[in-house]
C-alpha cells in the first residue's frame, strides 16, 4: 500500500519561521545582556552613606577628557571600588586593589586604573580600581587623612567581601601609580589589624596587604618600610622628574637594609606617568607582564590561568 506526502500548509511554514526568529532574537538579546554586563563592572561604596569627613559634601564627580581622550576624575565625595572580576575557577583569586594617580587633584582612571585592571582580570586576578577623595583639588574640604582613610577601607572591604567576589582575603594586594602609588605606599605600610570593638563590622577586618606594588610614587622619601612591610614591586623611568628618579634609588636598599623581598625595575625610556596604554610598544609598556610573573614568584597565583 502507497501513501502520498501532503503538503504543509502555508501557516505552518510561517509559523516555523517565526519560532526560528524568536529564538534567534532571544539568543540575541542574551548575549547582549551578558556583554552589557561585562561592559559595566560593578561599583560598590566604601561606606553606605557619607563617608567620615563627607558629611554634607553632595557634589557630583567631574569627568573631563585629556588631550588624548582619556578620563580624568575629580570632585570625588563617595569613595568607591570598580570591581573586575575574572572567570571564576574552584580556588578564590588573588585581589589587587588599583590606585590611579593625578597629582592628588584629580584621578586618571584609565591608563593607571580600567586598562591595569582589565589585564589582570583577564588572567585570573581580581582587580579592583578605588576612586579616592583628593586632599590636593582645589578648595578641596578634605585632608591626606580622609586620601588614606579611603585606601585602608578599601582593603577592608575586599577583605570583608572575600566570599562574595570570591577572592583570597590572605592575598589582597595594592598598586599605585604616582600620587596613587603614594597612596598604596602608605597603605601598605599601615600598621592597622582592625578595631575588634569597632560598631562597623567592616572596621574590625583587618587593613594589611599581602604585597604592594610602587610605580613611579609621589614622594618617595615617605617610604620608609619596617621587617614586617609586605613584599614590593618597585618600577619607575629613568627620565622622571628627579624627586622621583633619584628618590626611588634610595627606597630600594631600604626595603633591603630591612631584609623585605624586593624587586626594581627602571625603563631608559620612560620618564613620568607611562601606565598601561594599548598603543604602547616600548619596554616600559610591558611592565605588567613583570609584575603579573613576580606575583608568580611570590605565590600569588595560584588559580590563575597560563598566558
Known sequence: MSSTMRPLP????CFIA????LVRLLLALITAVAAAGAADPEVAFLWDGAAPGSEGQTGDEVVRLSDTGEHVVSNVHRPSLTAYLPERTTEPAPAVLIIP???HREIWSDHEGHN???WLSARGVAAFMLKYRLPGQKESPYKLEHEVADGKRAVRVLRHNAER???????????GFSAGGELAARVALADDDGNPAAADPIDRVSARVAFQALLYPAHPEIIQPTKDAPPAFLCWGFADFPMIADGMGTVYPRFRDVRVPVE??????????????????????KWIDRFYEWLGSRGQLKNA???
Open 10 to 13: 502555508i501557516d505552518c511554514f
Open 18 to 21: 517565526m519560532t526560528r526568529y
Open 101 to 103: 594617580g593625578g597629582g
Open 116 to 118: 591595569v585592571a582589565g
Open 165 to 175: 567576589w570570591h577572592i583570597d582575603p590572605a592575598r589582597i594586594g595594592v598598586i
Open 264 to 285: 626594581m625595575h627602571v625603563y631608559s625610556d620612560a620618564g613620568h606617568g607611562f601606565g598601561l596604554r594599548p598603543n604602547d610598544t616600548s619596554p616600559a609598556g
Open 305 to 307: 590561568p597560563s598566558r
